[in-house]
């Protein structure tokens, strides 16, 4: 599996069909018992996917890390279509052509829209280079692209979204402060505008991601050199954490937690 990358696996809703980016970037379909893998790609060329909900599109990102996101109708590939991001900005139809690659892909539980962190570069007069992560959302029907959170204070990173299983109003994502080495496993409220820290990371990149039932979150964390994946129970309005993390696996990283049946 490619590792590079926030979302090199996509599961169905009924955890029937598992899609994937090997290592030399083909997507590849298998069953969850391991069963009737083949490559779905004629080109080894991607980096992240995405999986609707009915299982009828692929949101995708090339390894090549341009700013355009493809989505392929798996039943009518002539709808198929490739969007061009664009970082949103305050004023009306002004659209600022400064994203380079998105990475982590969700899509929301109607099927309608993607939500997605993406990289973005700004040259500033004095010649510096401003890099940051920003987390939008992408309607893919119309391609209007809104941002989530507004403007951050330089040096803050946010990324990785993921949303509930059960309720795409909320999602989880990461703060990070790359020049201070630290980052934060941050859950939201989508529609109420309400966050909350769920703990702190150390200096490691998490991929959150919430259980089946949204009462926990699944994250990594590297320790001692190896990466472990922990996770974390949270209250009732999960966005806030009901407990302190306690770890889960060793050598395992990306978590992905899934069931299998409706």
Known sequence: VFTRTNNPISISADGAKIFFIDANNFIRSIRPDGSQEQVVSPRGIWASIALSPDGRRLAATTAFRDSTLFVFDLEDPDLSKAIRLYNPTTQRDVRSYVTRFADALDWDHEGKSVLFDAFNTVDADSGRTFEFWRINMLNVENELILPVFPAQPPGINIGNPSFAQTNDHFFTFERVDFDAGTSEIWAANLFTGATALIEPNGDSIGHPRYSPD??????????????????????DDKINAASASTAYASEAQLPLWFTIGE
């Open 214 to 235: 949204d009462r926990e979150l699944v994250f990594q964390r590297l320790e001692g050199g190896v990466q472990t994946l922990r996770r974390i129970r949270l209250r």
